[in-house]
């Protein structure tokens, strides 16, 4: 039965009736709309109240399959498309071609998803699809940020610390297919793909933690590739980030920084791709720094520099994140277990392991080990060359104060 036919059996022609007029209060019950519509649509009533217009519960009547619209700001407009350049404010899945914009003030309005939308300052938005719903807020500039502002790539803060710059980018909420297909040349047992949604956004250092940054707060530099200071920090196991992260927590106390869970790491690799790589189906040694004695899937072979790189000094994501693959592994927050098998919201991994995740493979590591859904794993005193670690911070920031200059996303709900 089609979503049509089960509206209009839903509603009995006597309540429908062969009317020329109806109710017009009769918009504030959406199935009795959606079936006035449909009724209308087959000729079976003359006329609409003023307040229905057809479009608007276009969502109700309709079968098409889901899609995602990406929601990004330009100015002080917000742009509904398909797919961003950079990273989006948040994604938003639907079915239908119309959203419901609700204001803090309680205004409704419905919106085409190729209309761009003004935003207001100070105020708030409810923005609803078919499938989901999400609240976007206005964002004020971090007190541990020097900078807060957009680019191509979108929203980012910048931390300085004695000089040293680290940006952090804005990761939207979302839903994204974690782990790899089974058509996946070079996956593991240990990829099981399953769908995360994240409810709330977070920044993410756009680079690897850099031995600059690492000798500003610890004093003291345990990399092996040291003839940079842009170079990142290598040669440092879990407990030694914790240690970096308990120093740099004191130095700028709201900062709440952490290492990302596994999923937020992927999450942000992928930048919204579904491919082997954030770059595509596969890489060169142009774009990643690996082993590229070992290409990926049959690919061309490439240098091989058996050393780290400086950070920034290849290709970033679409969301403007440098050296996702290759160059360091990365720590992550989560011990190694299996992935779950059915659909998941905020996943922290298990609460007990004897190895931690480490993500992205290395200068070391051939094609496949670079791969956005690689899983490696290192005991927490584990050290070596080719290990570093990048930081998330809190979901503090994504909360916002009414006179900020940005607007964010803050939780995002399925409907």
Not at 304 to 329: C, D, I
Request: charged share 20%; net charge negative.
């Amino acid at each position: 039965m089609t979503r049509q036919a089960e509206l209009e059996g839903r509603h009995s022609q006597a309540e429908l009736g062969n009317e020329t007029e109806l109710d017009p209060t009769l918009w504030h019950n959406s199935y009795l709309a959606a079936a006035a519509v449909a009724a209308f649509n087959n000729k079976r009533i003359s006329t609409l109240p003023a307040a229905i217009r057809p479009e608007h519960y276009a969502w109700l009547l309709g079968n098409k399959p889901p899609a995602v619209c990406e929601l990004v700001q330009q100015g002080q407009h917000l742009h509904f498309t398909a797919t961003a350049n950079g990273s989006p404010i948040t994604r938003l899945r639907h079915s239908a071609a119309f959203l419901q914009i609700e204001t803090a003030d309680g205004k409704t309005q419905w919106q085409a998803l190729q209309q761009p939308l003004a935003l207001m300052p100070k105020q708030s938005l409810h923005i609803r699809s078919d499938r989901e719903a999400t609240v976007l807020a206005w964002m004020t500039r971090p007190s541990w940020a020097e900078v807060l502002d957009q680019d191509g790539y979108g929203l980012y803060a910048d931390l300085k610390l004695q000089g040293i710059t680290q940006r952090f980018r804005w990761i939207p909420p979302g839903v994204f297919m974690m782990g790899s297909p089974e058509s996946e040349p070079g996956r593991s047992s240990y990829e099981t793909q399953h769908e995360v949604t994240f409810r709330q956004g977070y920044w993410f250092a756009d680079t690897a933690c850099s031995q600059a940054l690492w000798l500003a707060v610890m004093g003291e530099n345990p990399s092996t590739f040291n003839e940079d200071l842009n170079n990142p920090v290598e040669t440092v196991n879990w407990d030694d980030c914790q240690q970096f992260i308990k120093h740099l927590n004191g130095i700028i106390p709201d900062l709440a920084a952490r290492l990302p869970t596994e999923a937020e790491w992927e999450y942000a690799c992928r930048a919204g791709t579904t491919t082997p790589f954030s770059f595509g189906d596969n890489i060169t040694t142009e774009q990643v720094n690996y082993n590229g004695n070992y290409p990926y899937n049959n690919g061309k072979k490439g240098e091989y520099r058996q050393k780290t790189v400086a950070v920034k000094s290849l290709s970033a994501n679409p969301w403007g994140l440098y050296e996702m693959h290759g160059n360091v592994l990365e720590w992550c927050a989560d011990w190694f277990g299996d992935y779950p098998t059915t659909a998941v919201e905020n996943p922290t991994g298990p609460t007990a392991d004897t190895a931690g995740v480490v993500r992205g493979g290395s200068w070391d590591d051939g094609g496949g080990g670079v791969r956005s859904a690689d899983r490696s794993r290192g005991t927490p005193d584990y050290r070596y060359d080719d290990l570093g670690f990048r930081l998330a911070l809190g979901h503090s920031g994504a909360a916002s104060q009414a006179d900020g200059r940005r607007a964010v996303a803050g939780q995002t709900a399925a409907r």
